[in-house]
C-alpha cells in the first residue's frame, strides 16, 4: 500500500515562506503525477502538480509564488510556498496518481496570519 507523509507545514506571518515535503513508501516513477491538494472552509484546490515526465502546473493564484519540485533519488516533492498570503491557508494533501487510482497523504496545516 503506498504510503505518503506531508511535513512542513506551521503558522507563517503574510509574506513569509514555507516549504512542504511528501515522502512517499514506494517509487515515485511508479506514479503518473503527483501534487498538492488544499483545503479550507469552502474552498478546494489541486494546487500544483508535477508529472512523471517532469512537466508542472499551478492554479493561477499561486503562479510565480508557488514551486513544486521532485526528487526522485529520495522519493520526495516538494512545495515551495513564497509570498504567503492569508488565503492560503488551509490543510494541504500530498496527491499521487498511478492507473486512475489517487493516494492521499494525510495533511498538513498552513496557516498565514499576522
Known amino acids: 500500500q503506498v504510503q505518503l507523509v506531508e511535513s512542513g507545514g506551521g503558522l507563517v506571518q503574510p509574506g513569509g515562506s514555507l516549504r512542504l515535503s511528501c515522502a512517499a513508501s514506494?517509487?515515485?516513477?511508479?506514479?503518473?503525477?503527483m501534487g498538492w491538494y488544499r483545503q479550507a472552509p469552502g474552498k478546494r484546490e489541486l494546487v500544483a502538480t508535477v508529472s512523471s515526465g517532469g512537466s508542472t502546473s499551478y492554479i493561477e493564484s499561486v503562479k510565480g509564488r508557488f514551486t513544486i519540485s521532485r526528487d526522485n533519488a529520495k522519493n520526495t516533492v516538494f512545495l515551495q510556498m513564497n509570498s504567503l498570503k492569508p488565503e492560503d491557508t488551509a490543510v494541504y494533501y500530498c496527491?499521487?496518481?498511478?492507473?486512475?487510482?489517487?493516494?492521499w497523504g494525510q495533511g498538513t496545516q498552513v496557516t498565514v496570519s499576522s
Open positions: 496527491r499521487a496518481t498511478t492507473g486512475g487510482i489517487y493516494h
Open positions: 514506494t517509487n515515485i516513477f511508479s506514479f503518473n503525477a
